[in-house]
């Protein structure tokens, strides 16, 4: 029996290298992890405590198909407290982690044959979910000529559209989209009836000036976030959306259908997480610290153009000058070093040949050790 055409997404490429990291791991080579692109910390010890009491003294069913109104009350006072805005909880639904957002999201906001703007390159899923659900998408090309960051001028020239997709902090160049930028999107937004989605998942993993979120522009942005990166709770699968009170809505009902509800425990356990500032913000500090270990390591290998790397734990690398396509790179390198890293091809589908992305979440020491090892193999193959 054949599957749907539309079920035809693109691959993720960065599987292929995890699964040929795990053939080496079991082969009894060591890995150094640089594709992973999640925190190598476990959900704060606040967040831990809370899921642990609630397996042991509640039912754990389900909660309504908008989350736990704990959760909507206290993602509404994190805005509050972090971006001394009022976000009232009603505008808030809680999904399952960024991913939920994405499919509920665009049900929400977008008709089939409907163009919606991507950055590229960008996360993967945004551009297949909006496949799968039959939407048109519009790649808009970013590079180092720019920082990384479309521009007004760009946009206007894409035609009409009725979205256009953002991350700030970005996966995988980590660019960041300050105050500077994000005004002028929205006031673009607005005027030509664009609706906007900025990503925050990485928001709250910034090295430069505190972020604002883009829901400082207005109540007509459209906001996705996590417990995913910031909060180091990736397998716990919560997330949010913020839109205006008619989408909320709507995401609601559509996640009385499609999902029923997001996680409970790991609903329980984000309400705690919220209190663990100081934890999180440990982590914060050793990405910084890790970030830069890669850029020194990399300038010091001869990989000198990468991109801002503002926020997230990631360095977008052009490698075109080692003059191997970076699926084949990110191969010889696991194989000839036992570094993992992620080419470029799942993000930009046109010029990721020549980009690879290193994530920086994991431990200094292996950082080190998987730079040294990039320069003395750049060093014999250059
Ligand atoms: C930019 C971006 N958005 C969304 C997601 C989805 O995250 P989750 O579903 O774990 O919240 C990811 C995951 O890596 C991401 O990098």
Same mark, same amino acid.
């Given at each position: 029996?054949?599957?749907?055409?539309?079920?035809?997404?693109?691959?993720?490429?960065?599987?292929?290298?995890?699964?040929?990291?795990?053939?080496?791991?079991?082969?009894?080579?060591?890995?150094?992890?640089?594709?992973?692109?999640?925190?190598?910390?476990?959900?704060?010890?606040?967040?831990?405590?809370?899921?642990?009491?609630?397996?042991?003294?509640?039912?754990?069913?389900?909660?309504?198909?908008?989350?736990?109104?704990?959760?909507?009350?206290?993602?509404?006072?994190?805005?509050?407290?972090?971006?001394?805005?009022?976000?009232?909880?009603?505008?808030?639904?809680?999904?399952?982690?960024?991913?939920?957002?994405?499919?509920?999201?665009?049900?929400?906001?977008?008709?089939?044959?409907?163009?919606?703007?991507?950055?590229?390159?960008?996360?993967?899923?945004?551009?297949?979910?909006?496949?799968?659900?039959?939407?048109?998408?519009?790649?808009?090309?970013?590079?180092?000529?720019?920082?990384? *960051?479309?521009?007004?001028?760009?946009?206007?020239?894409?035609?009409?559209?009725?979205?256009?997709?953002?991350?700030?902090?970005?996966?995988?160049?980590?660019?960041?989209?300050?105050?500077?930028?994000?005004?002028?999107?929205?006031?673009?937004?607005?005027?030509?009836?664009?609706?906007?989605?900025?990503?925050?998942?990485?928001?709250?993993?910034?090295?430069?000036?505190?972020?604002?979120?883009?829901?400082?522009?207005?109540?007509?942005?459209?906001?996705?976030?996590?417990?995913?990166?910031?909060?180091?709770?990736?397998?716990? *699968?919560?997330?949010?959306?913020?839109?205006?009170?008619?989408?909320?809505?709507?995401?609601?009902?559509?996640?009385?259908?499609?999902?029923?509800?997001?996680?409970?425990?790991?609903?329980?356990?984000?309400?705690?997480?919220?209190?663990?500032?100081?934890?999180?913000?440990?982590?914060?500090?050793?990405?910084?610290?890790?970030?830069?270990?890669?850029?020194?390591?990399?300038?010091?290998?001869?990989?000198?153009?990468?991109?801002?790397?503002?926020?997230?734990?990631?360095?977008?690398?052009?490698?075109?000058?080692?003059?191997?396509?970076?699926?084949?790179?990110?191969?010889?390198?696991?194989?000839?070093?036992?570094?993992?890293?992620?080419?470029?091809?799942?993000?930009?589908?046109?010029?990721?040949?020549?980009?690879? *992305?290193?994530?920086?979440?994991?431990?200094?020491?292996?950082?080190?050790?998987?730079?040294?090892?990039?320069?003395?193999?750049?060093?014999?193959?250059?």
């Amino acid at each position: 029996m054949q599957p749907t055409v539309r079920s035809g997404v693109a691959p993720f490429y960065v599987m292929e290298v995890m699964r040929a990291a795990e053939a080496r791991e079991a082969a009894g080579l060591p890995v150094l992890h640089l594709e992973v692109g999640q925190p190598s910390t476990p959900a704060p010890a606040g967040a831990r405590r809370a899921a642990i009491e609630a397996i042991e003294s509640q039912t754990l069913g389900y909660t309504g198909a908008a989350g736990l109104p704990a959760l909507r009350r206290g993602l509404s006072d994190w805005y509050r407290r972090r971006h001394d805005l009022d976000v009232a909880p009603e505008r808030i639904v809680v999904t399952t982690g960024a991913s939920g957002s994405c499919v509920l999201g665009f049900l929400a906001l977008f008709e089939a044959g409907d163009r919606v703007a991507v950055l590229e390159p960008g996360y993967p899923c945004y551009r297949n979910d909006l496949e799968v659900l039959g939407i048109d998408v519009v790649p808009v090309p970013v590079g180092h000529e720019t920082g990384f *960051r479309p521009t007004i001028e760009q946009l206007e020239g894409l035609g009409p559209l009725a979205g256009l997709i953002v991350a700030s902090p970005s996966n995988p160049t980590g660019t960041v989209l300050g105050t500077d930028l994000l005004g002028p999107l929205t006031a673009w937004a607005r005027a030509g009836g664009v609706r906007l989605i900025v990503d925050e998942i990485y928001h709250g993993i910034t090295y430069g000036e505190p972020t604002p979120t883009a829901l400082a522009n207005g109540d007509d942005v459209i906001v996705f976030n996590s417990f995913s990166k910031y909060f180091s709770m990736t397998g716990w *699968r919560v997330g949010w959306i913020v839109a205006p009170p008619a989408v909320a809505a709507a995401v609601e009902k559509l996640a009385q259908s499609l999902t029923v509800a997001p996680p409970t425990v790991g609903q329980i356990a984000a309400i705690a997480a919220l209190d663990c500032v100081d934890e999180l913000e440990t982590n914060v500090a050793r990405y910084r610290t890790n970030r830069d270990i890669v850029l020194d390591g990399l300038v010091a290998a001869g990989l000198d153009r990468s991109a801002p790397a503002d926020g997230a734990f990631y360095v977008w690398t052009d490698v075109s000058a080692v003059g191997v396509d970076s699926q084949e790179l990110c191969r010889r390198w696991l194989d000839e070093t036992g570094v993992a890293v992620t080419p470029g091809i799942d993000f930009d589908r046109p010029r990721g040949h020549d980009f690879v *992305r290193f994530s920086y979440a994991g431990a200094g020491a292996d950082l080190r050790e998987a730079m040294d090892r990039l320069a003395d193999w750049l060093g014999r193959h250059g």
